[in-house]
């Protein structure tokens, strides 16, 4: 009877391990590296400043329509925008860097979204979602982009 006992409470453990512990507050990675889940395209699927959506106006229509890459370390966005991109904090928080690359040559009006040497915490990550969220002059900025 013990024995039976020490199982179960074993395999309540496991249970409890493996539902309670995630990274990202919702997350399907299991065993899989942030790494390879981030490095894909990406589009701006909503775009929130102060809890307002402004993915909907002119200035982010480049997002909504044209893929963001993210590769190994770098970010290219319509060859407007290239950067990096940088995992901390046990890879809760990203840090992105993005600059213009050249020439606004279809999108004129287009802002960069991500700002400037941005540390973003990450809120949702798995193959078909990727959320972050950061303050920024007293401003919330949420970014929710699909593939």
């Known amino acids: 009877m013990f024995k039976f006992f020490k199982y179960c409470l074993l395999a309540l453990l496991v249970v409890v391990v493996f539902t309670t512990c995630k990274k990202y507050p919702e997350n399907t990675l299991w ?50 925008f290239q950067g990096s991109w940088k995992l901390l904090k046990k890879k809760k928080e990203i840090v992105i860097s993005a600059t213009h690359a050249g020439n606004l040559i279809l999108y004129t009006a287009q802002k960069n979204i991500f700002h400037s040497n941005s540390k973003w915490s990450i809120k949702k990550l798995n193959s078909e979602a990727f959320w972050l969220n950061t303050t920024t002059n007293n401003n919330s900025y949420e970014i929710r982009l699909s593939n």
Not at 43 to 62: C, F, Q
């Open 31 to 80: 065993f899989r590296k942030p790494e390879a889940m981030i490095q894909t395209s990406w589009k701006l699927d909503k775009y929130y400043v102060n809890g307002v959506d402004s993915g909907i106006y002119e200035d982010t229509k480049m997002y909504r329509e044209k893929e963001m890459y993210f590769g190994q370390s770098s970010i290219t966005y319509y060859e407007q």
